[in-house]
């Protein structure tokens, strides 16, 4: 082999190497600096804040973003992903419209080379997703739960307000619930109904239970908007005596416990879900890998009157002092 032939061949293998680094430290570099941001609602509170925490922090490490709302309907969660994958999409940010019905558009994203982070809500396959970061909605339903029965001195007639069935954190939540107050035998579920997240619902739903069962003392709910659509219908009874709980962590939650209309909620971490999917993202995009597991859970916070005040955004500032 002449040395120019063996110059030829060194030079080729150096390329050769240099492309698989680059592939491996930036797998998505011809690829736009946009990051798409997708959630149920942008006016309802919980989705409305994870969407904007999303966006700032994907702003704040040099990102463009786009938010949309799928409106929980699996088929313009599709089309909302096909205009991702089709605007060059970095990477999506997804709360997604059901545990089974997402699995095919988040598997198409990935297969598209458009990497996903789920945040709230979890679907049922691994693999498709780069991490799915939910909430401890099981420990967090225990707190409330524990609170709930101990509020109503671990006796009386309460009803559960669920949301959609067809969402895996309506069945953790009413399991967490259950699993402690199914352990006082003084305490009496007179009425289990959905009412799929939703206020309106709510309030209609707490009606009718209210008029069969006059003798209502708790009302334990899936989520604070529900708990809220609960709290005006027993306002318009006159029934201020009746113990309700949430789950959510919302700032109009807090406000109702703190006049005395709830009597507390379970702060799931939302601002900071969105926060982390954003950074993992990031760190997918620039090194390849998030360097974590796939599913990862976060610890849920009770909150009543003693840190109430504290509670702004789906989060909860330090005490001062600290």
């Known amino acids: 082999m002449t040395r120019r032939t063996q110059l030829l061949v060194l030079g080729a293998a150096v390329i050769a190497v240099l492309a698989v680094v680059l592939v491996m430290v930036a797998p998505r570099a011809g690829r736009s600096s946009l990051m798409v941001v997708i959630t149920p609602s942008l006016d309802n509170p919980f989705f409305g804040q994870e969407a904007l925490a999303a ?3 994907a702003v704040a490490l040099g990102y463009r ?3 949309f709302s799928h409106g929980d309907d699996a088929f313009k969660q599709s089309q909302l992903i096909d205009t991702a ?3 060059g999409a970095s990477a999506i940010i997804l709360d997604n419209a059901g545990a089974d019905a ?3 558009a988040v598997q198409r994203a990935k297969a598209a080379g458009v990497p996903v982070f789920l945040i709230d809500r979890e679907i049922s396959s691994r693999g498709a997703a780069a991490v799915q970061i939910v909430s401890n909605n099981y420990q967090g339903a225990a707190l409330g739960g524990q609170a709930f029965a101990e509020a109503l001195q671990e006796k009386g007639a309460y009803a559960e307000l669920v949301g959609k069935e067809s969402d895996t954190n309506a069945a953790i939540r009413s399991r967490g619930f259950h699993d402690v107050l199914d352990q006082y035998p003084d305490l009496k579920m007179v009425s289990r109904q959905s009412a799929n997240w939703d206020q309106a ?6 009606q009718s239970i209210l008029q069969a069962h ?3 003392k708790g009302v334990i709910a899936g989520n604070d908007t529900m708990a809220l659509g609960a709290v005006a219908a027993l306002e318009s009874a006159g029934r201020r005596d009746v113990i309700v709980v949430g789950f959510d962590g919302s700032n109009d939650a807090r406000d109702a416990i703190a006049a005395g209309k709830m009597r507390a909620t379970v ?3 939302a601002h900071r879900q969105a926060q982390y999917a954003v950074e993992l993202a990031d760190r997918y995009l620039k090194t ?3 360097g974590e597991r796939e599913k990862l859970l976060m610890d849920c916070f009770l909150v009543d009157r003693t840190n109430a005040p504290r509670l702004d955004n789906f989060a909860l500032a330090k005490p001062e002092g600290l």
């Open 55 to 57: 966006e700032q922090r």
């Open 65 to 67: 973003t786009l938010k």
């Open 85 to 87: 994958i089709a605007r």
């Open 102 to 104: 997402s699995v095919a």
């Open 201 to 206: 619902q709510a309030f209609a739903v707490m």
């Open 214 to 216: 006059p003798d209502l």
């Open 267 to 269: 702060l799931q971490p």
């Open 288 to 290: 390849g890998k998030t």
